[in-house]
């Protein structure tokens, strides 16, 4: 059974902090809170991990998962960034915002899309993840905590634990969390399009919704 702690949002302690980094470095699951919703993740390389956050959210191999990073120079280390598109990154992040990219050639078949080798992207504006990222020194794979059959989000702590306490290794909770999601924004293509409007202020970004 995993455990539930509640760490600081802001200033996340040390302790706390090293136990999560120590779970995730051993190839386990965690729950942890972002700047929209509260995410299940594991490191890249955590095929069993993976596997168990697919089989709670019940996705298949189809679905990407969302990779976190802690910089846009270590994001551009697995998607391809042009001058428009690092102006607009550098202009919204940190955010609440997933942009879809176009994988480098060093990023493992299996992360990006098999038709069109995209990835989605994040850079939260969390203290804690920001913390997270910047322990681990690589990205963190991600997907938001929405479980099969549910509207939204979990947002409710003791909901959070009761429900994944015993799925993951590690809960991590700072109060109650937002039921938004991130705005997702396609950048294969130019202009780009909105593909989900959530917490990110689509204005910032000056592009038009999918149809």
């Known amino acids: 059974m995993g455990l539930c702690l509640n760490i ?12 999560a980094l120590d779970v995730l470095r051993s190839g386990g699951l965690l729950v942890y809170p972002t700047d929209t919703c509260y995410a299940l993740g594991c490191m890249v390389g955590a095929r069993e991990a993976q596997e168990r956050l697919r089989g ?22 697995y998607a391809k960034l042009d001058d428009r598109v690092f102006a607009l990154l550098r202009r919204v992040l940190p955010g609440p915002y997933t942009f879809i990219l176009p994988a480098t050639h060093d990023v493992p078949r299996r992360l990006a899309d098999p ?29 938001t905590l929405q479980l099969p059959g549910d509207a939204e989000a979990l947002a409710d702590p003791e909901r959070i634990c009761e429900e994944l306490g015993r799925q993951v290794d590690l809960v991590l909770l700072s ?37």
């Open 115 to 143: 038709r069109k080798r995209s990835i989605g992207v994040r850079l939260p504006d969390h203290p804690l993840c920001r913390a997270l990222l910047d322990g681990l020194g690589e990205p963190l794979m991600s997907s």
């Open 8 to 19: 600081h949002p802001v200033n996340p302690q040390a302790r706390l902090l090293a136990q």
């Open 56 to 77: 709670i959210r019940q996705l298949d191999l189809q679905h990407d998962l969302s990779l976190l990073f802690s910089s846009i120079s270590q994001l551009a280390e």
């Open 175 to 211: 109060g109650p969390g937002s039921t938004l999601c991130s705005t997702v924004v396609d950048l294969l293509t130019w202009p780009p399009r909105i593909l989900r409007e959530g917490a990110g202020d689509p204005a910032r970004l000056g592009l038009s919704s999918a149809s």
